[in-house]
Nanobody
Framework: QVQLVESGGGLVQAGGSLRLSCAASGTIFSINTVGWYRQAPGKPRELVATISSDSNTHYAYSVKGRFTIARDTANNTVHLQMNSLKVEDTAAYYC????????????????WGKGTLVTVSS
């Protein structure tokens, strides 16, 4: 059984910072790509950032230069440092991970966390 748990959300003023964490637990053999997504009320879920197993990163244009994604491989955790937050960053933030639970797994399985809420006030 694999779980992804997001943490670090909260209420912050515009211009402030938050650090989100996505911790994977359970029977894990290897973690491939981890991604952060967000969904604002009434809008579709959108990609925020991804990080590959060799730490290649990709960012949505709207967060580039403000957000940084990083892996803590030893702890099966991925962090999303969010600086210079804007009101439009308000959303529920979700992480997902493509991972293998066994050396015999042929392909990765995609898991999602339940999300953490980020509210940026003006």
């Amino acid at each position: 059984q694999v779980q992804l748990v997001e943490s670090g959300g909260g209420l912050v003023q515009a211009g402030g910072s938050l650090r989100l964490s996505c911790a994977a637990s359970g029977t894990i053999f290897s973690i491939n790509t981890v991604g952060w997504y967000r969904q604002a009320p009434g809008k579709p879920r959108e990609l925020v950032a991804t990080i590959s197993s060799d730490s290649n990163t990709h960012y949505a244009y709207s967060v580039k230069g403000r957000f940084t994604i990083a892996r803590d491989t030893a702890n099966n955790t991925v962090h999303l440092q969010m600086n210079s937050l804007k009101v439009e960053d308000t959303a529920a933030y979700y992480c997902n991970a493509r991972l293998k639970t066994s050396v015999s797994d042929y392909i990765d399985t995609l898991y999602w966390g339940k999300g953490t809420l980020v509210t940026v006030s003006s």
